[in-house]
């Protein structure tokens, strides 16, 4: 996603100690990861940073996803992990998108016996978190 970020002028930040093991599906947490970056990366304006965070607490990583951008409505954060209630906003480029990734994050992380919530602020941007079990 480092061309997407480049192309807006976003600043990608990774804040992970490297002695951090989660146990899970490579393909499947990779994909949970790079649809929250690119989700952070489309609601931040040019010369934003997105940081991507992880620390180990009570057996699991807790990892962290964000943004200085554009922030969501209380209303909107109740529905984004919804299938019922799927939205979908344009980016601060225009940018499109089907509501369905963070449905998708969701039962990803799910099926991991992980959990995944999010906290936003209209105009002051999003942080999005999600756990994966260090253990089997």
């Known amino acids: 996603l480092q061309f997407q970020a480049e192309k807006k ?33 489309k609601f931040t304006h040019s010369g934003g940073t997105v940081t991507v965070s992880a620390i180990t607490e009570n057996n699991k990583t807790i990892i962290s996803v964000q943004d200085n951008g554009v922030g969501m409505s209380p209303s909107n954060l109740t529905k984004i992990f919804r299938i019922d209630n799927s939205i979908t906003t344009p980016g601060t480029a225009k940018e499109k998108g089907t509501g369905l990734g963070l449905i998708l994050c969701r039962e990803f992380v799910e099926k991991h016996h992980g959990e995944i919530w999010a906290e936003s602020e209209p105009g002051k941007g999003s942080t999005f978190y999600f756990t994966l079990p260090n253990k089997t």
């Open 9 to 41: 002028h976003i600043r990608l930040v990774k804040s992970v100690n490297q002695d951090i093991t989660i146990f899970g599906d490579f393909n499947m947490v990779t994909t949970v990861i790079r649809n929250l970056v690119s989700n952070a990366i």
